[in-house]
């Protein structure tokens, strides 16, 4: 039976992967590089003899401050006083960068010109080299030196391109002093010798001010004049470097805002809105100053691959900034526009053949009037005339981006439909599976799954339902559906009654309702964003209520079991208002009675006091995302020693807990292991442990942890480990588990996981009044507390991306998403396994199994298919792509988990014997 | 914000707590008889029992305007528990009421016949 049920989840699972590659589709990326050869050819014989690349700078800077955003620079009391002088002079603008608002993106931005797609952020965790058209490539093709100093994401992009590179890793987001210095430290040796064509300077120290503090805190002054020193001084050197006719350019920007709680990744007016600055130390003959109109951050790619003569990038979707070459005459603008023309309908051809026909007779018109121009003499060349043409140019610019970028964030209905049938398919079928699920439904829901699938995948669309395949197994589908709703009429209310009922039993009546309750409402809060933006809010709610309840229930059994004439009290005999209880029944048990209440009180009281703990550990959600926390105040640098401390206590307690369930080469083994990691936590710096060297990154001992975890595992399969009967596989599972969570933690969060074995060894001696799937539940609810509490929320931006790289010494795809999966989700796995030891201990039958898989499929299924349901109605809603499309995600991933997980169960199911 | 939790604690004491404090004492047992199905002596206990519970319900339910990103002024914590708490308090009285009267002549009728 519970191979039916572990059938529908799994074609469940299969439909929402489905679904997330129709809702985000992988961009195509136009693979060629663009060459100066090609790119003349094509204008020239569009427009004969229109002027060929021409470089307008000799050396140029690039400034690159995280973080920095526009009003930093732009309001009147900026602390960048000199910075401000200059820009005065020359030529600023402030830049809405695209959303995600993340460096790694930023920077791909800024030197392909290309719009990244959501998907970009998930694929791009491990930052490989970048194969595609960029500013860099177009540089070392054409043999300029670009030199590189600061954040390290660049050099895993680019490292190719880079004449001399130095890349200072953004480990400690405490440090916000040495990650500058290490760039700066550079300038005097680079500026004198003054050997390159392309300075990048990336500075870290904002960015990782605003995740400490906030762009409030008394921090940011300082290090903004800081900047505006190095701003200045670069400005400086550059004008004595100026030499072979041509002048130099400095451009100061920042990759992204910083929101008011000082986070990015979001697209809050703060967060995209950064200064663009080009100062040039030649004097501009117009004067510019700040220009008030928006432009987008990408456009800064084609107007630098312009005035550094070199072709634009394939990729580019960016627009020429007419106030940067206005400098260079009107012929030169206009061969800039014809170009960048030129390389955006190339791009829209590639992207949708045939799209470009329309825009194609409007720009040859252009082509020819602007042919007609350039015959002219210079005298008799009107600048209306050119006005005119640029005007067309732009136009034509501007309705080939449209038409890309409209392709970008359309969604192929049909598909997301028929996905969403699936899923409520599979989610309905499942329900009724548990008890007699009609064999022939499923087959043909698993069978009609497969082709759909298949076809979808295939063919990317469905648009021309082709062929007769894809009608009949959305026909079967329907008819699947259709035999369910005729089923449910019959066996719905049963079934439902029953699934009550069982988690009814034991007097658990009323956590078991609050159980159901609780899910069913937060299903209902994910419609609402600013619930799933507080998600970690209603996790922590539910779990500490059903704490509460449970309590209630087991002093309220134990009442009952005790007077069992309590149930006959009741007030139809009763005239009396006040009424003792029967003396002589109380008396006799009043000792151990009120001892095993006062232990289930103190119990809770743990349990509570623990959670209450974990909730304020790490702030996190959207609206208090900036209250200092817990976590704030132990990661500061003077308080090193006392995390270190705590640290070591929580391993240990961490130990001792666990201890109890183990045998002696266990225990050492995992003492071992969690020696290994606070050694690997020490050897990085971030906590103090005596006689051991600093700065490497802690590899060995993060894998001789690996290793103690391994052996752990191992050990319960060789003879004569099995002393204690009543402990099971599950339980040194779990203790391997833990050893391998604490490793994947950051060093602050360790004590999470002590607080977290402290409420499981309290809830593993307790007894449940609750049924094992109802148990289920409440097991899954605390791992969901846990998920949010170890600084997790349904923003991208909170993914610890550092727990990847543990034990690593680069980037590889596999080992690093696997850790980072298992990192993030490590709270759900965690009390999982937690259920399965207590699982163990009720001795449940088949059917309990069956039941418990049951429960945490429909738990699981239940606000995905709402939740699916909701975003393909809402899907141009503006938060889409900040808020429902990250929840998909989590979601997704929160499914892939629990389905993995319940695995064991029907493993359980079928290899139990007795 | 410690003294508004104070304060909120003081309310639902006062509104979920003191009212059974004054009826029913200290003694564990009496508490836990009133508060279980159908322990509860029609009367006081059972005004008690009624109100106690549907003000803690309505602290409880009032919490969940709190999230939501209206920016409102009462919003903040703990305001709108402190109004579900009142608001659950006022309905629990008036729920008790009502079913004072209607076990009472439902009691009355039983004796008559």
């Given amino acids: 039976m519970a191979a039916w049920s572990f059938w529908i989840f799994t074609t469940a ?21 663009s060459t100066p050869e090609t790119v003349l050819e094509q204008s020239g014989s569009l427009v004969p003899g229109v002027s060929p690349l021409k470089r307008h700078y000799n050396k140029t800077v690039l400034v690159l401050i995280d973080a920095l955003r526009a009003d930093f620079l732009f309001s009147p009391d900026t ?10 002079q020359n030529l600023a603008l402030v830049a809405k960068a695209h959303t995600p608002t993340v460096t790694l993106p930023r920077i791909k931005a800024l030197m392909t010109g290309s719009v990244p797609g959501f998907v970009d952020v998930i694929l791009n965790f491990g930052s490989t080299k970048y194969e595609g058209d960029n500013i860099l490539a177009q540089m070392s093709r054409a043999g300029r030196r670009v030199v590189f100093f ?14 001399r590179y130095e890349g200072t890793t953004s480990f400690f987001v405490t440090d916000y002093t040495e990650v500058d210095n290490n760039v700066t430290r550079h300038l005097p040796l680079e500026l004198s010798a003054g050997d390159f064509d392309l300075l990048i300077l990336h500075y870290l120290g904002l960015d990782h001010i605003g995740h400490l503090a906030g762009p409030n805190s008394p921090l940011v002054p300082p290090k903004l004049r800081e900047m505006d020193e190095v701003i200045d ?92 070459v206005q400098e260079q005459g009107a012929e030169e603008q206009l061969a800039s526009l014809l170009r960048n023309t030129i390389q955006l309908l190339n791009l829209l051809r590639e992207d949708q053949p045939g799209a470009d ?60 439909i028929t996905c969403v049938i699936g899923l409520w398919t599979a989610a309905i079928l499942l329900l009724l599976s548990q008890q007699s699920p009609v064999r022939w439904v499923v087959m043909v829901h698993v069978i009609s799954t497969l082709y759909l699938v298949g076809h979808l995948t295939q063919f990317q669309s469905v648009w021309p339902f082709s062929g007769s395949g894809y009608l009949i197994s959305v026909a079967s589908l329907m008819l699947v559906l259709s035999t369910i709703a005729l089923q449910a009429k019959k066996t ?35 419609l609402s964003s600013s619930y799933v933006e507080e998600e970690h809010q209603t996790w922590y709610f539910l779990s500490t209520t059903i704490h509460i309840l449970h309590l209630m229930s087991v002093i309220l059994t134990m009442n009952t079991n005790q007077h069992p004439c309590n149930a006959s009290f009741n007030s139809s005999t009763s005239n009396h208002f006040l009424r003792s209880c029967p003396k002589s029944d109380v008396e006799s048990d009043q000792g151990s009675h009120s001892d095993k209440i006062r232990q289930e009180v103190l119990n809770t009281a743990v349990l509570l006091l623990a959670a209450r703990l974990m909730r304020s550990w790490n702030q996190t959600g959207n609206k208090w995302l900036h209250l200092p926390d817990i976590v704030d105040w132990l990661i500061l640098a003077d308080n090193r020693i006392l ?79 099995t002393s204690r009967p009543s402990v099971g596989h599950m339980d040194i599972c779990l203790s391997a588990w833990t050893v391998l969570h604490v490793l994947l ?33 409440f097991y899954v609810w605390m791992g969901r507390a846990a998920f949010f509490s170890q600084g997790n929320s349904n923003s991208i931006a909170t993914v610890d991306v550092g727990a990847g790289y543990v034990g690593q010494e680069d980037y590889n795809a596999f080992p690093v998403a696997f850790l980072l999966g298992l990192a993030t989700y490590a709270g759900p796995i965690y009390w999982f396994m937690a259920f399965l030891a207590k699982l163990n201990t009720l001795n449940p039958s088949h059917r309990d199994l069956h039941q418990v898989y049951f429960t945490v499929a429909v738990t699981c299924l239940l606000s995905m298919v709402v939740y699916a349901a909701f975003v393909v109605t809402e899907r141009y809603h503006l938060f889409v792509w900040t808020v429902f499309l990250p929840k998909l995600l989590y979601l997704g991933m929160d499914l892939v988990i629990y389905y993995l997980l319940s695995v064991i169960l029907v493993l359980k199911y079928y290899l139990w014997c007795e | 914000n410690i003294s508004q939790t104070f304060h909120f604690g003081a309310l639902l004491a006062s509104t979920a707590v003191f009212p059974g404090l004054c009826i029913l004492g200290l003694n564990v047992s009496n508490w836990i008889r009133v508060f279980s199905q159908n322990g509860a002596d029609l009367g006081p206990e059972s005004v008690i029992q009624i109100s106690a519970v549907s003000s803690i319900v309505g602290a409880w339910v009032g919490a969940f305007p709190i999230p939501l990103d209206w920016d409102r002024d009462w919003q903040e914590w703990p305001i709108t528990c402190m109004v579900g708490n009142l608001l659950g308090y006022m309905t629990g009285l008036v729920i008790s009421a009502i079913h004072l009267c209607v076990r009472y002549n439902q009691l009355r009728k039983h004796k008559v016949t």
């Fill in chain 1, 150 to 163: 600061g954040d390290d994401t660049w050099i895993k992009l680019f490292s190719d391109h880079f004449t």
């Fill in chain 1, 357 to 416: 026909s329309e825009v194609r007779g409007f720009f040859h018109s252009t082509c020819e009037l602007h042919s007609k121009w350039l015959s002219l003499t210079p005298q008799e060349r009107s600048s209306a005339m050119a006005h005119q043409i640029q005007i067309k140019y732009n136009e034509v610019i501007t309705m080939a981006t449209s038409t890309i970028t409209k392709k970008l964030t359309t969604y192929d209905l049909p598909a997301l």
């Fill in chain 1, 79 to 88: 602390p960048m006083s000199m910075t401000k002088k200059l820009v005065s």
């Fill in chain 1, 643 to 721: 995390l270190s401390v705590l640290v070591a206590v929580s391993l240990l307690l961490i130990l001792v807990l666990q201890s109890r369930r183990l045998t002696w080469v266990q225990t050492i083994l995992s003492a071992t292991g969690l020696f290994c990691v606070f050694w690997s936590r020490a050897s990085t710096g971030a906590l103090f442990l005596p006689f051991v060297p600093q700065m490497d990154r802690g590899i060995l001992p993060a894998r001789l942890s690996f290793l103690c975890v391994f052996l752990v595992l191992v050990s319960q399969f060789l003879p004569g480990q």
């Fill in chain 1, 233 to 324: 001084t670069v400005y400086r050197s550059l004008t004595k470097l100026q030499g072979e006719g041509l002048p130099n350019l400095l451009i100061v920007c920042g990759d992204h805002g910083m929101s008011d709680q000082g986070s990015h990744g979001g697209a809050s007016y703060s967060e995209t809105r950064v200064p663009l600055a080009f100062l040039s130390t030649q004097h501009r003959s117009s004067t510019g100053g700040v220009v008030e109109s928006e432009v987008d951050q990408i456009d800064l790619v084609p107007t630098l691959s312009e005035l550094l003569g070199l072709p634009i990038p394939s990729n580019n979707l960016g627009h020429l900034l007419m106030d940067m």
């Fill in chain 1, 745 to 777: 933690m950051r060093p602050h969060n360790t004590v999470l996981v002590a607080f977290m074995t402290v409420q499981q060894s309290v809830l593993c001696g307790c007894k449940l009044v609750l049924s094992p799937s109802a148990a289920a539940v």
């Fill in chain 1, 13 to 33: 699972v299969i439909w929402f992967a489905i679904f997330l590659t129709y809702f985000m589709p992988v961009k195509k990326e136009f693979i060629g590089i």
């Fill in chain 1, 492 to 526: 719905m209310k049963d079934q439902v009654l029953e699934w009550m009922r069982s988690s009814f039993y034991g007097g658990g009546s009323l956590c078991g309702g609050f159980l159901i309750a609780g899910t069913l409402l937060h299903t209902v809060s994910l």
